[in-house]
T-cell receptor, first 114, second 115 residues
Framework: EAQVTQNPRYLITVTGKKLTVTCSQN?????MSWYRQDPGLGLRQIYY???????DKGDVPEGYKVSRKEKRNFPLILESPSPNQTSLYFC?????????????FGPGTRLTVL | AQKVTQAQTEISVVEKEDVTLDCVYE???????LFWYKQPPSGELVFLIR??????QNEISGRYSWNFQKSTSSFNFTITASQVVDSAVYFC????????????FGDGTTLTVKP
């Protein structure tokens, strides 16, 4: 089944404790992206990648890191999480190396930083 | 810069009513792509439609229709004869050539369809 998977689905952590949210897609998509969803603010793009080893900042990259060493994986790293990073996170992928085609979204990761 | 405005934060209708969700976009590019996504209460994001800037033809898919007007920079979404299952948050999104890789979403419109 074609899909985007994210792990974990739910995470409660404390300020400053490094964490990684994994994202993997099995569709051989070149484009991958991370978004955060906050009430009233829609989806805001954190980072995106148009191919392996190619990543760039979205609109809200502060406090996040990403890497794209393999085509299928695009982990989101929070080196020192803070409470303002409490949010619902979505990973997405698209068949073009750009977001010009539909994006397929993962199920979301709900992160709480205490 | 690319921008998407969904001015309607929440809409409530009674089943079988028609409802239109507004989307206004801003871009300086002549080549761009517009999208609508649905997020039902279960939380997943579901793709509904994609339009490129060179195709202003309106689209109909069952009870759903989309009206793309470049003259007013709008890409509105109409649900005809709404049903309770249409209750969801709907997002309009934009990607343009000059911001390659970036994707901008509106704040979303929460639609509630009451029986």
């Amino acid at each position: 089944e074609a899909q985007v998977t994210q792990n974990p689905r739910y995470l409660i952590t404390v300020t400053g404790k490094k964490l990684t949210v994994t994202c993997s897609q099995n569709m051989n998509h070149e484009y991958m992206s991370w978004y955060r969803q906050d009430p009233g603010l829609g989806l805001r793009q954190i980072y995106y990648s148009m191919n392996v080893e190619v990543t760039d900042k979205g609109d809200v990259p502060e406090g996040y890191k990403v890497s794209r060493k393999e085509k299928r994986n695009f982990p989101l790293i929070l080196e020192s999480p803070s409470p303002n990073q409490t949010s619902l996170y979505f990973c997405a992928s698209s068949s073009a190396g750009t977001p010009y085609n539909e994006q397929f979204f993962g199920p979301g990761t709900r992160l709480t930083v205490l | 810069a690319q921008k998407v405005t969904q001015a309607q934060t929440e809409i409530s209708v009674v089943e079988k009513e028609d409802v239109t969700l507004d989307c206004v976009y801003e871009t300086r590019d002549t080549t761009y792509y517009l999208f609508w996504y649905k997020q039902p209460p279960s939380g997943e994001l579901v793709f509904l439609i994609r339009r490129n800037s060179f195709d202003e033809q309106n689209e109909i898919s069952g009870r759903y229709s989309w009206n793309f007007q470049k003259s007013t920079s709008s890409f509105n979404f109409t649900i005809t004869a709404s049903q309770v299952v249409d209750s969801a948050v709907y997002f309009c999104a934009l990607s343009d050539r000059s911001n390659a890789g970036k994707s901008t979403f509106g704040d979303g419109t929460t639609l509630t369809v009451k029986p």
